[in-house]
């Protein structure tokens, strides 16, 4: 199992240029996450999936969207780059059900964007 | 969700116990306690959760006071390794949608030689 992974690890845009990060788990999970995290701030919410089809928004939603064509992706888009838009991005997925394991978050190692 | 309060930094002498607090004051009953941590440029990791009893497993342990209102997540032997952000979330248990995790800024942990 790689559990979950992104791609790409780095990059560097230029102001309105656009970008899609891709995040892929193999574990088989119904939930879907992506997060960014900026210096001396936690993890905030951009947008999330439940399903195969569905996506929602989080916290910080502006500026971005996702979409969930395959189970095991979620994609989130830049459409247009602005330079506060620099930061770590992070994917994570969970399980869906009652059982313990559904309330734990796997984490991907993160990408690391920044717009000039 | 409820908000929680963790204090921004801590050290702790490698070997000893680290004990870090957590304050969720208006933790309701059917709200459980989560504890996250995030190393350097990594992705967070999971480490305990619990709702009113104390709780134990292979990383840590996580003690819940009696009214609920705070909690410490202890590290038995801290190690070098220990060193990270930690994170207390305060969340309900949804099993049927993708209620999404809080994560605050956390605790910043140094394990000192």
């Known amino acids: 199992n790689a559990g979950v992974t992104q791609t790409p690890k780095f990059r560097v845009l230029k102001t309105g240029q656009s970008m899609t990060l891709l995040c892929a788990q193999d574990m088989n999970h119904e939930y879907m996450y992506w997060y960014r995290q900026d210096p001396g701030m936690g993890l905030r919410l951009i947008h999330y999936s439940v399903g195969e089809g569905t996506t929602a928004k989080g916290e910080v939603p502006d500026g971005y969207n996702v979409s969930r064509l395959k189970k095991q992706n979620f994609l989130l888009g830049l459409e247009s780059a602005a330079p506060s838009q620099t930061s770590v991005y992070f994917c994570?997925?969970?399980?869906?059900?009652?059982?313990?394991?559904?309330?734990?978050?796997?984490f991907g190692p993160g990408t690391r964007l920044t717009v000039l | 969700d409820a908000k929680t309060t963790q204090p921004p930094s801590m050290d702790c002498a490698e070997g000893r116990a680290a004990n870090l607090p957590c304050n969720h004051s208006t933790i309701s009953g059917n709200e459980y306690v989560y504890w996250y941590r995030q190393i350097h440029s990594q992705g967070p990791q999971y480490i305990i959760h619990g709702l009113k009893n104390n709780e134990t497993n292979e990383m840590a342990s996580l003690i819940i006071t009696e009214d609920r209102k705070s909690s410490t997540l202890i590290l038995p032997h801290a190690t070098l390794r220990d060193t990270a952000v930690y994170y207390c979330?305060?969340?309900?248990?949804?099993?049927?949608?993708?209620?999404?995790?809080?994560f605050g800024t956390g605790t910043s942990l140094t394990v000192i030689p």
């Open positions: 994570a997925s969970r399980p869906s059900g009652s059982r313990i394991s559904a309330d734990t978050q796997y």
């Open positions: 979330i305060v969340r309900v248990r949804e099993t049927n949608t993708g209620n999404q995790f809080y």
